[in-house]
C-alpha cells in the first residue's frame, strides 16, 4: 500500500538524500561513503540522517550494508525528480535559460512549488518525455521509460549510436552545448584509443570530434538500428 502524500512538504535535505539514493541504487543498497560524496557532506551526519529517514519509513539502512529506499521513498524521490525535470523543461523552453543553468535553478525551485504546480506545469508543456538533458520525466504516477542507454565510452569503433542524455553538470554541458553534442545526435564512433579511452566520433555533418573518458563517460547512447 502507498501512504498519502505528507501533509507537510519534506524539508529539501531529506528530499536531497532521497534522491541522491535513487541516483545511485542502480545496483542496490547505497553506501555511506557514496552519498557523503554526492551531497558533499560529513560521513557522520549522512549516518544521522539515515537513520532519520530509517524511522520515518522512507529508506531501509544496515550501518555495514547502507541504505535502499522502501517503497515510499522511492515514490517521493520521484515525484521530486518529476518536478525537476519538469522545472528544467520550463526554464529552457519558456524562461531563456541556456541548458547548463537550468540544473541549478531547478534544484532550488523544486524544494517549493506544490505538486498542483507540477501537474499544471507538466499540461503547460503538454506532457514532455524528456528534461532537456535527455533524462525522462517520470509520470505522475510515478512510472519512468526504461532507459538502456549506455556510455559513449562503451561503444566500440565503427558503432552508430544517438545521445540519448547527458549528464547535467554545468561544466560538461557548456563543453558538449558549444558542440552540438545535444540528445538526438548521431554520431558514428571512428576509434577508441586504447592508450586513454580517448574516443573520436564523426557526426553526420562529417566533422570529427576526439574527447576523453570523462566526457565519454557522462554521455549516454543508444544504438542507431
Ligand atoms: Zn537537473
Known amino acids: 500500500m502507498i501512504n498519502p502524500a505528507p501533509a507537510r512538504p519534506l524539508s529539501s535535505s531529506i528530499g ?44 531501509r539502512y544496515e550501518r555495514y550494508r547502507g541504505a535502499a529506499l522502501t517503497e515510499e521513498g522511492r515514490a517521493e524521490a520521484l515525484r521530486l525528480i518529476r ?15 541556456s541548458w547548463q543553468h537550468v540544473h541549478e535553478e531547478a534544484e532550488r525551485l523544486e524544494h517549493t512549488v506544490s505538486d498542483e504546480f507540477t501537474e499544471r506545469l507538466a499540461e503547460f508543456l503538454g506532457h514532455p518525455g524528456h528534461d532537456p538533458h535527455g533524462a525522462p520525466i517520470p509520470a505522475v504516477d510515478g512510472t519512468l521509460e526504461p532507459d538502456d542507454s549506455f ?3 562503451d561503444a566500440g569503433a565503427g558503432r552508430r549510436v544517438r545521445i540519448y542524455k547527458v549528464g547535467d553538470d554545468d561544466s560538461m554541458l557548456e563543453y558538449l552545448g558549444e558542440r552540438g553534442l545535444v540528445p538526438g545526435r548521431t554520431l558514428t564512433v571512428k576509434e577508441v584509443r586504447e592508450l586513454d579511452g580517448v574516443i573520436t566520433v564523426e557526426d553526420e555533418g562529417g566533422e570529427t570530434y576526439s574527447f576523453g573518458s570523462p566526457v565519454a563517460r557522462r554521455v549516454f547512447v543508444r544504438p542507431v538500428p
Do not use: C
Open 83 to 97: 518536478r525537476h525535470r519538469l522545472i528544467e523543461t520550463f526554464l529552457l523552453e519558456h524562461l531563456g535559460y
Open 16 to 59: 536531497d538524500y532521497l534522491k541522491a539514493i535513487w541516483t545511485s541504487s542502480e545496483t542496490g543498497a547505497v553506501s555511506t561513503k557514496e552519498i557523503s560524496q554526492t551531497l558533499s557532506v560529513a560521513p557522520a551526519s549522512v549516518t544521522n540522517m539515515l537513520v532519520r529517514l530509517q524511522e520515518m519509513g522512507l529508506v
Open 151 to 153: 556510455p559513449l565510452s
